[in-house]
Structures are given as C-alpha cells and as structure tokens.
C-alpha cells in the first residue's frame, strides 16, 4: 500500500465491539485486570502509561516513519524533552542544530544545562562541523530539517554516518516535511520527533508530539520517560490527530504547490529583498532538497526591502494571513520569529545563525501557506 492508503487505513481497526469505523476515544484513567496473575493481559493499566486511543496513533506513525514503535505526547516539546532525559545524563554533551525551533534552544540552554548537560550548537548542515564538534562525553546529536525559521537543511545520511561512526543516537525533528515527504530512519537516523500540532492534526485544533525510534531498545528508553514524567498525550488529542492524518498528502501537497507559486511571486517582487525556499533554484541547499526529500514543504521565510518600517507595514495589514504562532495548519499564518517563536534566543546567537533583528527586526516574515486558498 502506498503512504496515501496508510495514512487512512494503517492500525485502524473498526471497533470489534460496534463496528466504529473511527477509533473510539478510551476516556478512562484505569484499566480493570482480569487477575493479579494476568496482570496487563489486555495490554492496558493506567492511562498515564498507555492508553488504547493513543496506541492506535502510535501504531500508525510507526508505521508511517518505518520504525520499531512510537510514544505519544502532550506537546512536541515535551517529546524532545523526553528524548534529552532518555539520553542525557549530568557531564554530557549534546550536538544540535544551529537553526532551531526557539524551544528546542532554549530547552537546551536554560533548562538541561542547569543539570549540568552542555550543548554545542553547529551548522549540521556540514556534516565536517558536526564530526569536529564530537566530544568524548557527546552521547545525542539533534538536528531539525528543514529548520525552523530560516528552513536550513540538515543532509540526513550524512550526518547519521558521522553518528554511527562514534556510537551516538540521532534524532531529527521532521515536524517541516512529515513522513510523506521526509523518512528520516530511512536514511539511518535512529530517532525522529515531531510536534503533531503541526501538519499531523492540521486544523489548528490540538498540540501535542511524537518520537519514533528505529529500535524497540531506543523506543523503550524515550517510553520510560513518558510514563516516568507523566506526558502522555490525551485520548481526546490522539483521536483529532488521527482524523487530521486521513488527509496529510493531499493538504501537504497542496500547501507546498502553494508555496512554489507564493515564493516565485516574491522572488520576482520589487520589493522583496530575499526569499528562501527549499524549492526554489535560488536556495543554497536546492540539491540536497531534491534528493533527501519528496517535497519541499509550506514554509516560505522571506525579507521585504525597508527595513522595520516595511516589515511592520506588511505584517499589520497584510489580508487573509492571520499574525500567529503556529505553522501546517489549513489556515495561512505569518509569523515573526524574533518576537514570536525565537525570542528566547539570545541576539547574539540569533545574529551568529541569521535570525536577523537590529535594524530589520520584522522584515523577516514566516509564511505558512494554506491549503484551500489557491494561488
Ligand atoms: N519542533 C518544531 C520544528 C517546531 O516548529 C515546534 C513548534 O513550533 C516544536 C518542535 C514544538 O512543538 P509544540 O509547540 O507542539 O510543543
């Protein structure tokens, strides 16, 4: 079966009892054993650990990612928080990419390193800098491709070698691209994260996160942490998610043909200063585009010629975009990452990776494209 069918069909089971064609939501806390002898027999306790909703969820992004087995959470972040815990002790080091979500960043730096964890944060989109940055105590390497704002892209299989050559697990965070167009373990990464707020659910309607790990060994270590630190996403998320999933390639597609034709326009417009996008001959990493992934994803990252006035001028009056967090949803959204989604980056940092401020503070813009509007 092709992604298109798995996306509808995989792990979904109609209900045995009503012939539900949708997966029932198990709102329940508790599951009641048939004796202290078949304890679990039925393969459920306690929500916290697993719920029946959730794991049908799981099932499927196993399944549509090509892993071993799944967890499900809250938030994207609580499922890179779970990934860091499950690998990470005090004394260690950790690679991750220099363009990151703002969270993952400052996850790192203002929370792990209180615990003693330290970080470096490298251009993984040179897998040389990468190798060059491996410590004797580096034990996880985080990359996001593309990368969130500035939509840098990671080479997967390279960076996964350098990985395997020095024993370290990689996890990639494939919340840009989804499964349809991005298999991460496919090309030897070990773990993949996604925040399911974004193209999985689709509708702006829940957040939560998933990690899918190539291995049951990895799967059970990221697990452990879920039920150990309580952040297991909710039957009634799990069960939006699933719905939202039925339609990833035909909302993907679309989104992304919207984006060619949105980037082309401001490439070509007067005043645009610079577009990036993964699809456009003009993005530095076009090749490695063309052959990691089968799409080039919704994300359009641009720069309006004029300065702050310019871009506040764009952002308060532009129509149809809503100014919001947020991205992968039906609805078009344009952010601001340097107020928004980064703000916790500190400027230098921000300046060292291209997440401009100074003078231009909001002519950097963050496009998410739609899926009913055409362009
Ligand atoms: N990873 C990426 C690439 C993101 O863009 C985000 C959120 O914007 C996250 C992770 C965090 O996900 P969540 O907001 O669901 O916690």
Same mark, same amino acid.
């Given at each position: *079966?092709?992604?298109?069918?798995?996306?509808?069909?995989?792990?979904?089971?109609?209900?045995?009892?009503?012939?539900?064609?949708? @997966?029932?939501?198990?709102?329940?806390?508790?599951?009641?054993?048939?004796?202290? /002898?078949?304890?679990? /027999?039925?393969?459920?306790?306690?929500?916290?650990?697993?719920?029946?909703?959730?794991?049908?969820?799981?099932?499927?992004?196993?399944?549509?990612?090509?892993?071993?087995?799944?967890?499900?959470?809250?938030?994207?972040?609580?499922?890179?928080?779970?990934? *860091? *815990?499950?690998?990470?002790? &005090?004394?260690?080091?950790?690679?991750?990419? /220099?363009?990151?979500?703002?969270?993952?960043?400052?996850?790192?730096?203002?929370?792990?390193?209180?615990?003693?964890?330290?970080?470096?944060?490298?251009?993984?989109?040179? &897998?040389?800098?990468?190798?060059?940055?491996?410590?004797? %105590?580096?034990?996880?390497?985080?990359?996001? @491709?593309?990368? %969130?704002?500035?939509?840098?892209?990671?080479?997967?299989?390279?960076?996964?070698?350098?990985?395997?050559?020095?024993?370290?697990?990689?996890?990639?965070?494939?919340?840009?691209?989804?499964?349809?167009?991005?298999?991460?373990?496919?090309?030897?990464?070990?773990?993949?994260?996604?925040?399911?707020?974004?193209?999985?659910?689709?509708?702006?309607?829940?957040?939560?996160?998933?990690?899918?790990?190539?291995?049951?060994?990895?799967?059970?270590?990221?697990?452990?942490?879920?039920?150990?630190?309580?952040?297991? !996403?909710?039957?009634?998320?799990?069960? =939006?998610?699933?719905?939202?999933?039925?339609?990833?390639?035909?909302?993907?597609?679309?989104?992304?043909?919207?984006?060619?034709?949105?980037?082309?326009?401001?490439?070509?417009?007067?005043?645009?200063?610079?577009?990036? =996008?993964?699809?456009?001959?003009?993005?530095?990493?076009?090749?490695?585009?063309?052959?990691?992934?089968?799409?080039?994803?919704?994300?359009?990252?641009?720069?309006?010629?004029?300065?702050?006035?310019?871009?506040?001028?764009? !952002? /308060? %009056?532009?129509?149809?975009?809503?100014?919001?967090?947020?991205?992968?949803?039906?609805?078009?959204?344009?952010?601001?990452?340097?107020? *928004?989604?980064?703000?916790?980056?500190?400027?230098?940092?921000?300046?060292?990776?291209?997440?401009?401020?100074?003078?231009?503070?909001?002519? =950097?813009?963050?496009?998410?494209?739609?899926?009913?509007?055409?362009?």
């Amino acid at each position: *079966m092709r992604f298109t069918t798995r996306q509808i069909h995989e792990g979904v089971e109609p209900d045995p009892i009503t012939g539900s064609i949708l @997966t029932p939501i198990y709102q329940s806390t508790t599951f009641v054993q048939s004796s202290v /002898d078949e304890y679990l /027999d039925k393969g459920y306790s306690y929500s916290r650990s697993g719920n029946p909703t959730v794991r049908v969820l799981e099932n499927k992004l196993t399944a549509l990612e090509g892993g071993a087995d799944c967890s499900c959470f809250g938030t994207g972040m609580s499922a890179i928080n779970a990934v *860091m *815990m499950a690998f990470l002790n &005090a004394g260690d080091h950790a690679i991750v990419s /220099d363009v990151v979500y703002g969270g993952t960043y400052r996850l790192s730096t203002k929370i792990y390193s209180r615990f003693g964890v330290e970080f470096s944060f490298v251009d993984t989109s040179d &897998a040389a800098a990468v190798r060059a940055a491996v410590k004797d %105590n580096t034990r996880l390497i985080i990359t996001e @491709t593309p990368a %969130n704002p500035t939509l840098k892209l990671t080479d997967i299989a390279a960076v996964s070698e350098v990985a395997r050559e020095f024993g370290i697990p990689h996890a990639v965070d494939n919340t840009f691209l989804t499964p349809y167009y991005q298999r991460p373990l496919e090309l030897n990464a070990d773990i993949v994260v996604h925040s399911t707020t974004k193209y999985f659910d689709g509708h702006n309607a829940t957040v939560g996160g998933a990690v899918i790990s190539a291995t049951q060994e990895l799967a059970d270590k990221v697990r452990y942490i879920m039920n150990a630190t309580g952040t297991i !996403m909710s039957p009634q998320v799990a069960f =939006y998610t699933l719905q939202g999933i039925k339609t990833l390639s035909v909302r993907v597609d679309r989104q992304s043909q919207n984006a060619m034709a949105v980037a082309e326009f401001l490439e070509s417009h007067d005043k645009v200063e610079q577009v990036s =996008y993964p699809g456009l001959k003009s993005f530095p990493q076009y090749e490695l585009a063309c052959s990691q992934a089968d799409g080039f994803g919704a994300m359009i990252w641009f720069e309006v010629k004029g300065g702050l006035t310019a871009g506040k001028q764009l !952002m /308060d %009056n532009i129509e149809l975009w809503s100014l919001a967090e947020n991205l992968g949803s039906v609805e078009s959204l344009i952010t601001h990452p340097v107020t *928004m989604t980064h703000s916790d980056v500190e400027e230098a940092e921000r300046k060292r990776v291209g997440i401009l401020d100074g003078l231009v503070p909001v002519s =950097y813009t963050h496009l998410t494209l739609p899926t009913i509007y055409s362009v």
